[in-house]
């Protein structure tokens, strides 16, 4: 539903930003399937390509809406605000893309604990993030969902800093370690892409009190 005031160009830019969110949504819960029983699920490895070029669409669509619109005035997503959010959530899915390519390309035998518990963390921060943009379309309180990304994404950086800790001390093949390193780093670069989303509509929500 349209809020009072709102400009067609506001609402179609808000709709395109609710679909990134459930595309990024989608796209969590996808690799958290891919990592939990790799390489048994790597033909789902096609279907997150398609999920990335889908966020890449909408984000292409969303600039587009921006920077064709007139300036915005205050009290409205701003062009930055609008750009900002476009591209943190492209980021979210380039990253989880990225995560499942290396699993593939380094050809992982097996998945980690600590990455399923990862890509658990990803798919609860994907969810939040969905929920927020749905609230900012709607003008409804977004600040409980922003609050559950941050706490996600410092369990993120906990989960991360153990899984490498753990790589050190098992006498594990140091290319193993190389591999598991990098991709452990394209899943946490997705879960802090999210908590960027967060900083981004903090922001916005501070211009609508």
């Not at 595309?23 to 699920?41: C, G, K, S, Y």
């Not at 518990?117 to 922003?146: K, T």
């Amino acid at each position: 539903m349209r809020m009072p005031g709102r400009r067609a160009d506001d609402a179609a830019v808000l709709e395109l930003l609710e679909s990134s969110g459930q595309n990024v949504q989608r796209t969590a819960a996808l690799l958290h399937d891919i990592v939990r029983e790799f390489p048994e699920t790597v033909r789902l490895t096609e279907e997150m390509v398609q999920l990335e070029h889908e966020g890449d669409r909408i984000t292409h669509d969303i600039i587009h809406l921006l920077h064709g619109a007139p300036r915005r005035r205050r009290g409205c997503l701003t062009t930055a605000d609008g750009h900002a959010l476009a591209t943190a959530l492209d980021d979210i899915v380039d990253f989880a893309e990225q995560t499942a390519d290396t699993l593939s390309m380094y050809r992982i035998e097996a998945p980690m604990e600590q990455a399923t518990a990862l890509a658990e963390v990803l798919v609860g921060a994907g969810e939040q993030v969905a929920r927020a943009l749905a609230c900012l379309r709607s003008g409804a309180d977004m600040a409980p969902h922003l609050v559950e990304i941050h706490r996600l994404e410092n369990e993120g950086d906990r989960i991360t800093r153990e899984a490498v800790a753990a790589l050190f001390v098992t006498g594990i093949d140091p290319m193993v370690v190389i591999r598991w390193k990098d991709i452990f780093a394209a899943l946490e670069a997705s879960v802090d892409a999210c908590e960027t989303v967060a900083h981004v509509l903090e922001g916005i929500s501070l211009t609508r009190r």
